[in-house]
């Protein structure tokens, strides 16, 4: 099996003979809502959400089972048929062997090409498919040229199956709906509109109207049509050897209509002699629109080759202008697979967890967490839009520190579950400080801070324990007063409540409780008594950050106070006493959760930012040296690693059993990156960690050893097979955050090996078996799963560029730190990152002359435009905020000189 092949120097990639490869799919999407997923053959979806499915929905298995595919027929001498998209039953019997047609799959962000050559026919096809950015229509430009010495003469045929309604159909009434369906066909093509649509929520009129339209390049239209399934694929016939092909159905003319059948975008267009060497195009046009002069406008933007071949070219340059980070290290391969990467959190926000073949769950849109991890690479480049998005995603938060689950469209839309107690996430209170220190650090704006946001309020009270029987929807999503008022508070006091609600919801071992999950769902049996070392440790860490932002507010105030909701107070205790004592925590708790079971008083207390901050350390400091103490695990010789969890039986998770031992890596991820973890013992995780977990074929660093148990009190994720998912495949998300981790604590060398390990693994074909990109995970055979839509992206990309290259912010300044190693600078000895920050582009060129490792280097000089810079402690150059700004636009070139 050939290595995929990188063919520009924005990651375009090339393979030859994609179809041999299963659970292939590539994504493309428009910013105004549709999403498909096209493979090899043409297979995959297109749909708009849930409920607006223009092609079948799929899974990643239907993917090698069904022959609805996108086609394009082409009926040679009028008895021979050929698909351009190698999807004939004749094609398929010859693959694997030496009649096999050659193929090629070229791609790029958000368009695919299909090349196809017949040995038997001397034909060569290619499909281009790909999405405008402001339309809802998925276009496709096919052209077909005679490779033989004679002239040869060809009858065209488009067909697309149109699937038109919900995917909730497909095991709900997938006939009965179909009787729903009116088909009208106009000259350009076949357009379905049914006229209900009807599941558990009731009965609802339909507007929308799906479509297949086509014209040859020069604009004429199709000849005859076959606007239903029947029509086309004939009595006994498939989608992959259909009658009205090889028998030659004349079809009908438009304009036609038909109704109660599954509908069919297929027509045949007029019949073509090509001489050798001359070629003949056609296009055709896929989408859903609300009424049929959006559709005849549509078609009337794309209905000539020039026309396509220009939206082509603008939808490549929009995409490609978007990814405005550019790597260049020693491998190129690498750098290519960068520009992917910094891609793959666009797509998430296009898709967001749902509506790709491996994602077959949900209903669409992103979770709390996606909300605010989604933000760190956008904070990267381009900062200046996220604080609006940020401010409303607070809104989200209830006033007991738990938060909205169901996220609406839209920026700060968040809707309230009506169907009973939601669950309760014991990390999601961690991103939003997370992603709101970066904003600052990249911005400066600790302003943000003081900006006032309202509180989300529904029946779930009590942190998720009980529901709210005085409250209903008619009252609204936010949370009131006891006036009524709607109550709003900064965003600093949202932070406040998040982090110290969850500081006192605490379970036996005076640790967080881990309720319904953490970060990994799967741990999702265990809501009694299940504990969370790992959160806990992260937790920590976030009260010494807060406490940070803190203290930065209180440089720019003027009052150096903050006006609080006057209920916070109790959470505020400070004696160290109490911290010991878990029924006095729950006490506290119990008392804040009652006076906001339903509204709050609205009443204010005036609390000085610096008592504030010195309030937050303590019980950071109180946090990391019990868990230092109480949560360490001695392993053999220099080994040794954090508990995790403890189960619904309050035992610690893991440790040395009698055959066996027990680990995992979150545990490890959060006591490093947090602070808990002092060297030497990050120097024994590291050992233990390349022992039990490490495994460099599929990808590096598994998220746990075998338990060789099922666990049913601690989670789903040991049901899995070993190697599968969250037990004990290589999880990149957690991967990068160890990376990350490590290289934010100095361990450069052993981060460096977490992010290579798992970029060689996905660079590698041969073993991962997808596109450029990083995947949710590798299993246990290293393949690549559920590519694409993962927030260890967002967070592979904010390693590389703010540890590895060491572009950051700080209170807004740009801080230049570079962690590179020697085996990262190309043969010149130069690496270099091109990314924007503060509004202006920079390229920065770190010169290595000497081949010295991290460590051991020390800046020699730095410059800007050729201006000097200043070098500080030999380590970092800084450029202040107001330095920045009076730069000019344009790209501004900093050169770092390493000695």
């Known amino acids: 099996m050939e290595h995929l092949k990188f063919i520009d120097e924005h990651g375009s990639f090339s393979i030859r003979q994609p179809e041999n490869t299963s659970y292939l799919y590539f994504p493309l999407a428009s910013e105004m809502g549709l999403k498909s997923a096209v493979t090899p053959n043409l297979g995959g979806d297109a749909k708009i959400d849930q409920e607006t499915f223009l092609l079948e929905p799929v899974s990643s298995e239907n993917l090698h089972n069904n022959r609805s595919t996108r086609n394009f027929w082409l009926l040679k001498d009028g008895a021979d048929a050929y698909s351009a998209s190698g999807a004939s039953a004749k094609q398929e019997s010859v693959k694997f062997t030496a009649m096999q047609d050659e193929s090629e799959l070229k791609a790029g962000f958000m368009w695919q090409t299909l090349a196809r050559s017949s040995k038997v026919h001397r034909l060569k096809s290619t499909i281009t498919s790909f999405i405008p950015k402001d339309y809802n229509v998925e276009i496709m430009y096919v052209t077909v040229q005679n490779q033989s010495e004679v002239t040869q003469e060809l009858t065209p045929y488009a067909a697309i199956p149109i699937y038109g309604r919900s995917a909730d159909n497909i095991r709900d009434h997938r006939n009965v709906t179909s009787m729903l369906h009116r088909i009208d066909t106009n000259k350009n093509g076949v357009l379905v509109c049914p006229t209900m649509s009807f599941d558990e929520k009731g009965h609802r009129p339909n507007k929308h109207i799906y479509y297949v339209m086509g014209c040859m390049g020069n604009g004429n239209a199709p000849k005859s049509f076959y606007p239903t399934v029947e029509d086309f694929v004939g009595e006994g016939g498939t989608f992959t050897h259909p009658r009205a092909i090889y028998e030659k159905h004349p079809g009908v003319t438009a304009p036609g209509h038909a109704a109660g059948k599954e509908a069919m975008g297929a027509f045949r267009f007029e019949t073509v002699s090509l001489a050798p060497g001359e070629k003949a195009d056609y296009i055709l046009l896929i989408g859903v629109e609300d009424n049929e002069k959006k559709i005849l406008d549509l078609f009337e933007k794309y209905n000539t080759a020039g026309k396509v071949q220009k939206a082509f070219s603008d939808t490549k340059s929009y995409w490609q202008n978007k990814v405005n980070v550019k790597f260049h290290t020693k491998e190129a391969d690498f750098d290519h697979l960068m520009k992917w990467i910094c891609f793959q959190p666009f797509l998430r926000r296009l898709f967001g967890c749902s509506f790709l073949p491996h994602h077959d769950y949900g209903r669409g849109g992103r979770g709390w967490r996606d909300l605010w991890q989604d933000c760190l690479s956008l904070l990267l480049i381009e900062p200046e839009s996220v604080s609006h998005m940020i401010a409303m995603n607070y809104g989200g938060v209830r006033i007991d520190g738990t938060n909205a689950t169901i996220i609406g469209n839209g920026d700060g839309n968040f809707l309230a579950d009506r169907n009973g107690i939601s669950r309760v996430w014991m990390d999601h209170a961690l991103w939003p400080l997370m992603t709101t220190k970066l904003y600052i650090d990249q911005t400066g704006d600790v302003q943000i801070l003081n900006k006032s946001i309202s509180y989300f309020k529904d029946a779930q009270t009590m942190r998720g324990t009980e529901v709210d029987v005085l409250w209903h929807s008619e009252q609204g999503d936010k949370q009131r007063t006891a006036q009524n008022d709607i109550y709003t508070g900064s965003i600093l006091e949202h932070l406040l409540i998040q982090q110290l609600t969850a500081f006192y919801e605490v379970g036996d071992h005076n640790i967080y409780r881990l309720r319904g999950a953490d970060w990994n769902d799967a741990l999702d049996m265990a809501s009694e008594h299940g504990e969370s070392v790992a959160f806990t440790c992260a937790y920590a860490g976030n009260l010494l950050n807060l406490a940070s932002m803190i203290r930065l507010l209180d440089s720019h105030s003027s009052t150096h106070t903050v006006e609080l909701l006057e209920e916070i107070k109790i959470l505020l205790e400070n004696d160290v006493n109490v911290f010991d004592d878990i029924g006095k925590k729950h006490k506290i708790i119990a008392g804040y959760m009652d006076c906001c079971r339903h509204t709050v008083s609205g009443k204010r207390i005036s609390i000085s930012l610096s008592a504030l901050a010195v309030n937050l350390i303590q019980k950071a400091n109180w946090l990391m040296e019990r868990l230092r103490f109480q949560e360490w695990i001695d392993g053999p ?102 990376a990350n981790a490590l290289y934010h604590r100095g361990f450069v060398k052993e981060g460096w090996k977490a992010l290579k390990t798992l970029a060689d693994t996905a660079l590698d074909f041969n073993t991962s078996h997808i596109y450029p990109g990083i995947p949710e995970y590798f299993r246990s055979d290293g393949r690549g799963m559920y590519q694409y839509l993962t927030g260890a992206a967002s967070w592979f990309m904010l390693t590389m560029i703010t540890e590895v290259f060491g572009v950051r912010g700080k209170a807004g300044d740009l801080i230049l730190y570079p962690k590179l190693l020697a085996c990262q600078f190309d043969e010149n000895a130069a690496a270099s990152i091109i990314i924007p920050f503060a509004g202006k582009n920079f390229t920065i060129i770190y010169k290595n002359k000497n081949g010295k490792d991290f460590g051991a280097y020390i800046i020699d000089s730095a410059s800007c435009d050729g201006n000097e810079l200043a070098v500080n402690e030999d380590s970092f150059v800084s450029l202040s905020r107001n330095m920045l700004t009076a730069l000019s636009d344009g790209m501004h070139t900093i050169i770092i000189n390493l000695r």
């Open 637 to 738: 010789g220099e080994e040794g690693w954090f508990n995790s969890y403890y189960d619904n039986h309050g035992r610690a998770v893991e440790g040395l059993f009698k055959d066996h031992v027990r680990m995992m890596l979150t545990g490890q991820v959060f006591a490093i990156m947090s602070g808990t973890a002092e060297d030497s013992q990050i120097e024994k995780i590291t050992r233990s960690a390349d022992h039990y977990l490490y495994q460099k074929e599929i990808g590096g660093y598994r998220l746990n050893t075998d338990f060789h148990e099922l666990k049913f009190d601690m989670g789903r994720m040991f049901g899995f097979a070993y190697g599968e998912k969250e037990n004990g495949a290589v999880f990149s998300h957690m991967t990068v955050m160890y």
